[in-house]
């Protein structure tokens, strides 16, 4: 008997529905479908909306993919509302400009919503706070909005939200500048442990993602994209596809005009009743390809090509004091050059769309985390008015930048515009891999020059990337935006130091990948770093509190250079503050009880870095097994994030960056060859699996006031290095290139 996925999970989730996931009720439990606030009552802004029946609904205008985001932020709203979680519904935001930026990555959702989300619960209670006062004939100050009721305090009277929402609505809607938030010490949700609002159906399958959407007569189509990001089909034959049962259509993408942008790949589209007959039509197409300008694209030979591009001057970015004379007449020098590879994202879920258009309208229901990017790139590929055009936000599983890419929602739309049918664009795992908005691949060369006493006295640093600006430009060179995650910030009390970028042609697409260009830098430095301590002949630990230098906040100045982005946000609200990096790392590393490894038969390496304004600190352990094989044994990774609204869901993602950064640490790499990517599925493509994980991620978040950080992406950098140097602890070799499979038996 055939028993479909999805029904198989719903059945087994009958019989885990008392499993305790959680306090949320079942009506704060993200809706699968928009369903945005409508009807009568209050409604001071497009986030929230108080019924005549006391509901309150809020809606989540980012994309969740694991990371708590649907729990998280209407939190935010409805603590400073007053609300009762118990009568909180909420719902998932339509791509729409109504809401602000949508895009959900670069670790903003927190930190540039904080407040944002906050006065828009702050509204909403003002109101309601007006419209009792009204009736009470008493100032709004004598009242308190709690647990869903306004009470006048001195005469102990009170009303409910919903019997209030009407006049409320009545009244003015509170300016920006005459909202007043709650103190903070007022509300009852932040830091605290929330329940994730979507386990239950995620644990008990009625959670739905982009590949559950189901439209009467859809269709499912499979696309056969040019192995080489930039070819074409220059003919196609469909006879045999055709033949194929369930097979309805073969249809011909267009190529894109370069630079790639967010446009599809183009190819050719087989659509069928159902996935197993288009992925039978699509292995019997023949496709002749002309593979482009990018066919003679190789890894090996690129790596040359970065290695020497890093031997060379590049352009100076950051500059203090005299590095070549410092040099010069350093008493040692060492260098080193550092390398890594293409990554790819390879989501749990692979890219998947559901499109329906109807003359010039289109409804669209994806997995993205960048539903106006999605709205934009599909209304131009269809030459229709943006306004034309819905996009609707399911689950995602898992997106690590790549869903903020719409490729796959526009190809869903130009499929069924022309079967006109409903018609679901689905990516398999080898689609996922060869076809990805890749992470850079990297080389670093580090230079450093000590004096007699064995005093650093010089820092030189060149990197080399094709950056994700090339996406939209073609040529571009890296400018501060990715110079500035880590490459530009790194605090080091050197009176000599020198930043270069240098040259680095793109041959693919290149895109965002948790942490983005973190990842090199951080192995890079942190890994140079290590290198140096022991030239020096000491402790690691002490060796980068030394180069910290005396807790201080550094200006662009004491950083030597003229521009940095600070993710978007300012220096005032999040400076470099080496107070906070010299504490996560001490903490870290007293959790890990560094002082004793010696004792232990274990081997540790550490390293802290900073980025989206959070400072994370990792140490990780390694150890020999009986069978002398290297593994991972425990980590510890310490986070000062500011101030943390949603704890169990920040503790949530530290532990994911640590098995995600070990996961690309250790196996992560993408090949090319003629302009082809060489992997395919996990078979090639290896990911850290359960016997490899640590048997224990130790986890802790500094108490905070400081503005919010971000955390999704933040845990991941400085696990690669800690992990390299731990092995260079334990082995005495040095690993200098990921994946570290290439350099150690691991």
């Known amino acids: 008997m055939r028993v479909p996925r999805r029904s198989f999970l719903t059945s087994l989730g009958l019989g885990l529905s008392g499993l305790a996931v959680g306090g949320f009720p079942a009506s704060a439990r993200a809706q699968p479908v928009p369903a945005p606030p409508s009807g009568t009552g209050l409604r001071p802004n497009v986030f929230v909306h108080v019924a005549t029946d006391g509901l309150v609904t809020i809606a989540c205008a980012r994309s969740e993919m694991g990371q708590g985001v649907r729990s998280t932020l209407p939190a935010l709203i409805a603590d400073e509302l007053g609300a009762d979680f118990a009568r909180v519904k909420i719902v998932q935001a339509d791509g729409d400009k109504a809401y602000g ?11 540039k919503a904080f407040d944002d989300l906050r006065r828009t619960g702050a509204a909403a209670r003002m109101m309601l706070a007006a419209a009792a006062a009204a009736r009470w004939k008493v100032p709004a100050s004598e009242l308190d909005v709690r647990d869903h009721v306004v009470t006048h305090r001195k005469s102990k009277r009170t009303a409910g939200f919903g019997e209030l929402a009407s006049d409320a609505a009545k009244g003015p809607i509170p300016k920006r500048d005459e909202i007043v938030l709650r103190k903070r010490s007022e509300l009852r949700a932040l830091g605290k442990d929330l329940p994730f609002v979507d386990a239950p159906d995620i644990v008990t399958g009625r959670a739905i993602y982009g590949a559950d959407v189901r439209l009467p007569g859809m269709l499912t189509a499979v696309v056969a994209r040019p192995p080489v990001a930039g070819g074409k089909a220059l003919r196609h ?108 994202h390879a989501t749990m879920e692979p890219p998947v769309a559901v499109a329906k258009v109807d003359g010039e309208r289109c409804e669209v229901w994806a997995s993205t985390q960048n539903p106006q990017a999605a709205r934009k790139e599909i209304a131009k590929a269809l030459g229709v008015d943006e306004s034309k055009v819905t996009v609707h936000v ?29 018609v679901r664009v689905q990516w398999t795992r080898e689609d996922d891999i060869r076809h990805d908005y890749y992470h850079s691949v990297s080389a670093q060369r580090l230079e450093a020059g000590l004096d007699e006493s064995g005093k650093l006295v010089a820092w030189h640093h060149r990197t080399a990337f094709p950056p994700i600006a090339s996406l939209f430009t073609g040529t571009a060179t890296p400018d501060a935006g990715p110079l500035g995650l880590g490459f530009l910030d790194v605090p080091l009390q050197v009176p000599n130091l020198r930043g270069e970028a240098c040259d680095a042609k793109a041959y693919t697409r290149i895109g965002w990948l948790r942490s983005v260009a973190n990842i090199y830098h951080a192995f890079a430095v942190h890994g140079f770093l290590d290198e140096l301590a022991h030239l020096r002949g000491m402790d690691p630990l002490a060796h980068q509190l030394e180069l910290f230098g005396p807790p201080k906040v550094w ?77 991972v044994d425990e980590a510890w990774i310490v986070a000062d994030a500011g101030t943390i609204v949603n704890r169990e869901r920040v503790r949530s993602q530290l532990e994911g960056a640590v098995v995600f950064g070990l996961s690309q640490a250790l196996y992560g790499e993408i090949t090319m060859k003629g302009g082809a990517t060489e992997q395919g599925n996990f078979r090639d493509h290896r990911l850290l699996r359960l016997p490899e994980a640590p048997r224990a991620i130790h986890v802790e978040v500094v108490e905070s006031d400081a503005p919010p950080g971000g955390v999704g992406e933040p845990g991941v950098p400085p696990v690669a290095p800690a992990l390299a140097n731990a092995l260079f602890a334990l082995t005495g070799t040095r690993v200098r290139e990921l994946p570290i499979v290439r350099t150690l038996p691991v």
């Open 555 to 631: 200006t662009l100045a004491d950083l030597g250079v003229t521009e940095y982005s600070n993710y978007g946000q300012s220096r005032d609200d999040h400076p470099i503050d080496t107070a906070r990096h010299r504490h996560v790392l001490e903490r870290a590393t007293r959790l890990a009880s560094w002082a004793d490894r010696a004792k232990t038969g274990r081997a540790l390496g550490l390293a802290v870095h900073r980025s989206f304004l959070t400072y994370v600190a990792v140490v990780v352990s390694v150890v020999k097994t009986p069978a002398g094989r290297i593994a």
């Open 101 to 111: 930026d949508q895009n959900t990555d670069g670790s903003t959702s927190v930190r």
């Open 394 to 422: 399911t689950l995602l599983g898992g997106g690590f930048g790549r869903k903020s890419k719409p490729d796959f929602a526009v190809e869903a739309a130009l499929v069924a515009k022309q079967t006109g049918a409903p």
């Open 237 to 344: 034959d469909a006879s045999r596809a055709l033949a194929v049962p369930g097979v309805r259509h073969v249809v011909a993408l267009p190529a894109p005009k370069l630079p790639f942008g967010f446009q599809p790949l183009g190819g050719v589209a087989v659509v069928a009743d159902h996935t197993w007959a288009a992925m039978r039509g699509r292995a019997l197409l023949d496709v002749t390809w002309d593979h482009g300008a990018n066919a003679a694209h190789d890894s090996t030979a690129y790596r040359r090509t970065l290695e020497a591009s890093v031997s060379a001057p590049g352009r100076t970015a950051r500059n203090l004091g005299d590095v070549d004379r410092a040099l010069a007449s350093a008493a040692r020098r060492h260098h080193a050059i550092y390398y890594a590879p293409y990554l790819p």
